[in-house]
């Protein structure tokens, strides 16, 4: 473990913190996801991002199933220490478990979401094994 | 308030989401805050990015004291209803309150987070009051 690094983080009651995905390209922000400790080292130590589910409370190595892996090309932590962002090359060009390039899909219009996104590939053939955020 | 277009969102226990603002000109992120359902109707009806702010326990009007508003121009929804991703247009130009534009200052380079970014203006002459994230 990285003593220095991780001392600056301010972990939430769980013992994790944000991290937004972008695209280092397109700018697109793709996703907001959590990290634990470990989960962030390994991040760190492979280039790939590693996350950790809090529904399957397990770490998420994202693209695992479905190839859509993320490439870390650089990290910032905000102001407060609570928030990571993430620049990455998105493998695939989908972020979503939907088969959507972003998880942000959903845009408010006429007081409520419209999905204003198209489906790049059928979830149904995306993955070898289920993944779900 | 717009019910349709609340009940969509995943309200974690605090009865938060989490909120990423956008630069809609630059693609920069710029912060990642919190708000709640009166906050979001607030920023839906006015236009400008209200948040709930977590450690002081209230309503934060953004820029109330440093003028920096965030003029809302979009609002999306992620696949799991718990993170809103607004595209903004920053006043000021400046989002963080230590001066910077983005709250993302401090990039990793060699195992240490290292400030990458000047501040622009010095916060004891950017607020009237103290307002703090």
């Known amino acids: ?13 769980d013992g994790l913190i944000a991290a937004i995905a972008q695209d280092c390209n397109s700018g ?9 400790a470990e989960s962030l080292q390994l991040s760190i130590d492979s280039g790939d991002a ?8 397990k770490l998420w190595r994202k ?10 090309r650089s990290m910032a932590l905000d102001c407060d220490g609570d928030t990571l962002l993430i620049q990455v ?6 972020a979503c478990h939907t088969g959507r390039q972003s998880c942000f899909y959903r ?7 419209k999905i204003t996104e198209k489906v790049l590939k059928d979830p149904a053939t ?8």
Chains 1, 2 share one sequence.
């Open 1 to 13: 473990m990285n003593t220095q690094l991780l001392q600056h983080i301010k972990w939430n009651n």
């Open 28 to 36: 697109r922000v793709l996703m907001m996801a959590w990290m634990n």
């Open 50 to 57: 590693v996350y950790w589910s809090r529904s399957r409370g």
């Open 63 to 72: 693209g695992e199933s479905s190839g859509n892996v993320q490439k870390i």
């Open 89 to 94: 090359e998105q493998l695939g060009g989908i």
């Open 107 to 113: 845009t408010l219009s006429e007081g409520d979401w």
């Open 126 to 133: 995306m993955y070898q094994h289920v993944e779900k955020a």
